[in-house]
């Protein structure tokens, strides 16, 4: 079972260059999230999608957007990268029920120079 | 709001010792509360969770946690570790109303078990 695919693994950016964090589920889950991981910091929600066609803001979302493309699919993009979205990003889905966990991808190492 | 503190960003501990990682949340309203393990360059997985019930809760690889209301803690433990189980532990609390998306992760522990 694939769960959550995440692409690409690693990825270097140069500072104001455009890039699109792919994540794909075959779980059949409605919700999807975006995460960002830094040191010391655990992991913080940028965005999350409820169901297919609704996107929300988490807590970090400034200098991201996303598209839910359909129940599948669910990408991060980052128009204009700077040297603080350095950081590895997650993403996740779950069933949107309560009590429910959410099961992570492998995740994106992402340098931003 | 809801918030978690790992207390420990860093256990060292040699093999067969037992292990406890601690984990203390605040919040206003009931919760649930997770354990997750992210090994080296891997994504976080499950390791248990509390919803209701026995405040006592068995996860995979032989961890265990306990519920504690009154001192709003949710520690993490296990009796004797092995070098496999080094890694990095999340502990993380939702409202009990909520849905994932309410999940609020702590900083992490970083386990190391030596030999």
């Known amino acids: 079972n694939a769960g959550v695919t995440q692409t690409p693994k690693f990825q270097v950016l140069k500072t104001g260059q455009s890039m699109t964090l792919q994540c794909a589920q075959d779980?059949?889950?409605?919700?999807m999230y975006w995460y960002r991981q830094d040191p010391g910091m655990g992991l913080r929600l940028i965005y999350y999608?409820?169901?297919?066609?609704?996107?929300d803001k988490g807590e970090v979302p400034n200098g991201y957007n996303v598209s839910r493309l359909n129940k599948r699919e669910f990408s991060l993009r980052l128009e204009s990268a700077a040297p603080s979205q350095t950081s590895v990003y997650f993403c996740?889905?779950?069933?949107?029920?309560?009590?429910?966990?959410?099961?992570f991808g492998q995740g994106t190492r992402l340098t931003v120079v | 709001a809801q918030s978690v503190t790992q207390l420990d960003s860093q256990v060292p501990v040699f093999e067969e010792a037992p292990v406890e990682l601690r984990c203390n949340y605040s919040?206003?309203?009931?919760?649930?509360l997770f354990w997750y393990v992210q090994y080296p360059n891997q994504g976080l997985q499950l390791l248990l969770k509390?919803?209701?019930?026995?405040?006592l809760v068995k996860g995979i690889n032989g961890f265990e946690a306990e519920f504690n209301k009154s001192q709003t803690s949710f520690h993490l433990r296990k009796p004797s570790v092995h070098i496999s189980d080094t890694a990095e532990y999340f502990c993380a609390v939702s409202e009990s109303a909520g849905s994932a998306r309410q999940l609020t992760f702590g900083s992490g522990t970083q386990l190391t078990v030596l030999p």
């Open positions: 999608s409820a169901s297919e066609g609704t996107t």
């Open positions: 919040s206003s309203v009931s919760v649930y």
């Open positions: 996740a889905s779950s069933y949107d029920r309560t009590g429910t966990e959410a099961f």
């Open positions: 779980m059949n889950h409605n919700s």
């Open positions: 509390y919803l209701s019930g026995s405040t």
